[in-house]
């Protein structure tokens, strides 16, 4: 599976985005597609996810994100996209689009763990000035 993210850019604090993941290869095998942000000096955080796709889909969104930042897919063109609205200066970082083949997590905690994700794209840059 290859990954492209896109759409990252300079917004104002407020101001909303959406930055979308283009998925190729095998993408049926695609059980989960997280949303990542990894900002300098701080560890990658999941903010987004969607999981459990060959049942249907579950989505989970972090709690620092909550109510500002939605997921969504578009199967037929393999695309996911990550709506961010209401950002802040601190929602600035790099995001990564990942995936995980299987379609379950052994643990919910075991979602945020970028060890569970078996590939990542390249990341796009989201900065959001005060």
């Known amino acids: 599976v290859h990954l492209v993210e896109s759409g990252g850019d300079l917004v104002q604090a407020g101001g909303s985005l959406n930055v979308s993941c283009e998925a190729s290869g095998d993408t049926a095998d695609i059980g989960a597609v997280g949303w990542y942000r990894e900002a300098p000096g701080k560890r990658r955080e999941l903010v987004a996810l969607?999981?459990?796709?060959?049942?249907?889909?579950?989505?989970d969104i972090a709690d620092s994100v909550k109510g500002r930042f939605s997921i969504s897919m578009d199967s037929a063109k393999n695309l996911v996209h990550l709506q961010m609205s209401a950002l802040r200066p601190e929602d600035s970082a790099i995001y990564y689009c990942a995936v995980r083949t299987s379609n379950v997590f052994l643990t919910a905690r075991s979602r945020m763990a970028p060890n569970q994700y078996d590939y990542w794209g390249q990341g796009t840059q989201v900065t959001v000035s005060s």
């Open positions: 969607l999981r459990g796709l060959r049942e249907g889909g579950f989505v």
